[in-house]
């Protein structure tokens, strides 16, 4: 029997991996909502989905999730098994410039996407959420029963915001509601803001990039496709009724360690411009994923060391670097 699964933000760069893995699992009906907004280039975006534009069993509607009337249209059209909410305004420091932007996106457009799955009845909802709900945490590593009433940056406040609007649907509609805190997502098709896109094209025009503290600020990066197995774990979810889980690698890399790792698989050295720590950045983000790996079965392969380089193969393969910049 064939599923139906609306994700949002699904041109975006973890959406499009989804899409890719639903596809080759088979079984699925995939409808992405996406708006192809100009944070980055929408011309990307289509790319990620184009393979897939023309099938059966893919469906791709232009659609802001801002946008109650377009969304119970698409609803009234469709009727989903689950709904893969992934669509977000994203990033720590943009949204220090356009806070109301963040809150309309991140927080009233999940409420009507919750909406949307209390009015037609959708049985799961995943949300996509993220470890800047942790904030300025002291202990390490994050669990998901630490607190998290201290966010510095506005995006970190809306997807707390989102979480607890996830709770309260499912307390009130039976419905059951995942909730998945990325750390540092990177690999093919990344968004050209991030960091390990931006250090990689700026190295290799001989730019220099800019280094944001000492060097010494740590990251949990995880690789697309472990991130991936999560969100298809989550996907067929069947314990508690609200429920949230870390997706990390569950280790840290210092910046400076993967600035290094980035000159060795491009082979160029980087060109460093220091500066102070920005506003809304966390020293330390470090995930304790004991919890999925029981509940989700979730388990990461790839270690910071082996995703570098396939991050640099994807880079430097069909002129993306020319489409990037």
Sequence with gaps: MTRKVLITG?????????????????????????????????????????????????????IDIRDRIALESLFDENSFDVIVHLAARAGVRPSLLEPELYVETNVNGTMNLLEMAREFEVPQFVFGSS?????????????????????????????????????????????????????TVYGARQRPDLAICKFARQILEGKPIQMFGDGTTRRDYTYVEDIVQGVRAAIDYRGSKFDIFNLGESETTELSHLIE????????????????????????????????RKLLGYSPTTKIADGIPKFVEWFRSANEIAVIA
């Design 10 to 62: 699904g041109a975006g760069f973890i959406g499009s991996h989804l899409v890719d893995a639903l596809v080759a699992e088979k079984g699925w009906h995939i409808t992405v909502a996406d708006d192809l907004n100009d944070f980055y280039s929408p011309a990307l975006k289509r790319a990620n989905i184009a393979k897939h534009i023309g099938s059966s069993h893919f469906q791709f509607s232009e």
């Design 131 to 183: 470890s800047s709900v942790y904030g300025v945490n002291c202990k390490v590593p994050f669990n998901e029963s630490d607190p998290i009433f201290k966010p510095i940056s506005p995006y970190a406040a809306t997807k707390a915001a989102g979480e607890l609007l996830c709770h309260t649907y499912s307390h009130l509609y039976d419905l059951r509601c995942v909730c998945l805190r990325f750390f």
């Design 261 to 292: 790792l980035l000159e060795e698989s491009l082979s160029r050295k980087a060109v460093i411009e220091r500066k102070p720590m920005q506003p809304g950045d966390v020293p330390v983000t470090f995930a304790d994923i004991t919890k999925a």
